[in-house]
């Protein structure tokens, strides 16, 4: 693939497929040399693939998800991979209208290891993410558990977990929960941001630790969790944030916020034993948050 611009090593155009115990390993990272190289280890593109045990290296991400144009997304499993890519370890698709929801996907016991590049060659290619839900149309019921993300070296922003809401009126990605999975030197342990014509629906982190979180290029306020709209942003509609801790332990902290609310609207924000140590700044910060009913500790 390295005399290409679009290669994915494996599309999966089909239902009920294994993927297990193989090697997807690129000579050199992906833009390198120009924008060259192995974009993507496999593409899902239909239902009941179980992706198991496999090793994606040097590619610019290590999956895709979407449906296809006549078969929807549904009960994916993607587990025990290691993904040593550049920018997205699992990347969900969905940019058209004819390309269906995704649904019933489970993210566990993966590793995914960012490196530190940023390749100028494609506009926008500026946020990492281990597990990144920022398509157009909805994404529904995810479990993403036990889960490792290292990101090396800092500088280029980064979060373990990025969902953000698209431009589609009603597309709404809804019912993910993060449990129980582990980030060190990303920019945030979860990025959470709603659009101008779109919000998102049940969110539930539980159980996370986030490590050594490091100032990133544009985002130099890490935080564990930071949750924040574009202007006139939508309501997220349950955000529920349960026994997550966040830690710096180095001897020059960086990570300002365990939890960091910036102006989102929330209709149902619960927070309960959530802790962090070695904050710059704040164990919890609200800056100026729409929320219309609170339960749990503050």
């Known amino acids: 693939g390295l005399d290409t611009s679009d290669h994915t090593s494996v599309f999966g155009w089909a239902d009920d497929v294994i993927f297990a115990n193989n090697e997807i390993i690129n000579s050199t990272a992906y833009g390198t040399v120009g924008r060259v190289g192995g974009v993507t280890g496999y593409e899902i593109h239909g239902t009941n693939h179980r992706i198991f045990g496999n090793h994606v290296k040097n590619y610019y991400r290590g999956m895709w998800v979407s449906s296809n144009y006549t078969a929807e997304c ?47 060659a494609i506009p926008g290619a500026i946020f990492k993410s281990a597990i990144n839900i920022a398509c157009e149309y909805g994404v529904s019921d995810v479990i993403i558990r036990n889960n490792w993300c290292v990101k090396t070296s800092a500088s280029v922003d980064s979060a373990f977990i990025t969902i953000t809401s698209g431009s589609v009126a009603s597309e709404t990605h809804t019912r993910i929960t993060v449990d129980g999975n582990s980030a060190i030197g990303t920019t945030f342990g979860a990025f959470i941001r709603t659009s101008a014509t779109n919000g998102l629906g049940e969110i539930t982190l539980r159980g996370n630790t986030w ?88």
């Open 74 to 120: 549904n009960n994916s499993i993607i587990a025990g991979n290691i993904f040593e890519v550049s920018f997205y370890g699992v990347d969900f698709f969905g940019n058209s209208s004819s390309l269906t929801d995704m649904k019933r996907t489970i993210i566990e016991g993966n590793v995914i290891v960012l490196d530190n590049t940023l390749i100028t």
């Open 211 to 298: 490590y050594n979180l490091s100032d990133g290029t544009s985002y130099t306020s890490p935080a564990g969790v930071i949750v924040l709209k574009t202007t006139t942003g939508n309501a997220i509609t349950g955000l529920h944030m349960m026994n997550n801790l966040c830690i710096d332990d180095r001897g020059s902290p960086q990570c300002d916020y365990g939890i960091w609310l910036i102006d989102p609207t929330i209709t149902m924000l619960y927070c309960k034993g959530n802790t962090s140590r070695g904050m710059v700044t704040a164990e919890y910060f609200e800056d100026t948050p729409t929320i219309t009913t609170r339960k749990g500790d503050y």
